[in-house]
């Protein structure tokens, strides 16, 4: 379903019409309350007990106008590259600070439920940093670990390394038993195929440079790191171990939304509360 700009200032033209929906959806059984005038809250009209409905959200004690918020919510939903601080502090006006903390607090909304994944899934792990030459080349990286439902969620991590003890873990945290795991010939994932894990394994020779083993691959999470590196490079530049969750979140959310017949804005929203 499309949901452009014009929709959004449509549904959302000023400060009061935001703060009402986040009212109504934090909210939905509460009667008789009235909101207090010039004041982000709802009071009731026999006992007087009053609701913020901005405490305990993203949005809690902030001065930035909840519209701007709204709307910088939108464009994280509808960004395929991301959105950094500085296009941020160019759209709204507001300081780079004010742009950034803005941007982590939205990444908030997109972390990564525990729902594990089912069917056909393709794993992989690479890593993410300033590279050097051959020999140092993951000195300063990140490990990151990912599986893909082919045609479906994907779930994607950081990780101290990707030894066998961390990725197995992650494999079986994130796959629902029974499920056929697909792989290249990586020898951490060589365990999958016993009984004990209760997945189908298989895996595909990348080493003698087939793309293509059998009838199996590992394209989907291959392209899914592809788009993800391509656009921090393009759009953030970099982004430091201490924040890679949060972006592996961001872009992570984005995908899994992109078969949705709603708008991935909407899904966002729905997060606030």
Known sequence: MKYTIADFH???PNDDTC???IFKAKYPAATQYYRAKDRK???HSVTGHQIYPLAGTIFE?????LVTWFEAIYLFSIGKNGVSAKELERHFGVTYK?????GHQIRKLMEQDKNPLVGDVEADETFYGKGGDHQTAYKNKQATLGAVERKGR??????????AAIVLPFIKENVVRGSKVVTDEYRGYDKLSYSAYGYTHRNVKHGKHHM???????NTIEGFWGQFKRSVRGTYHFVSP???QAYLDEFAFRYNCRALSGPAFHQLLAKVV
């Open 61 to 65: 004690k902030t001065s930035t106008p």
């Open 242 to 244: 201490q924040h890679l």
């Open 10 to 12: 449509r549904e959302f």
């Open 19 to 21: 703060l009402e929906y």
């Open 41 to 43: 809250c709802w009071a």
């Open 212 to 218: 293509l083993w059998k009838g199996e691959h590992t």
């Open 154 to 163: 994907v779930k994607a991590k950081t990780a101290p390394n990707r030894q």
């Open 98 to 102: 004010t742009a950034w903390r803005m």
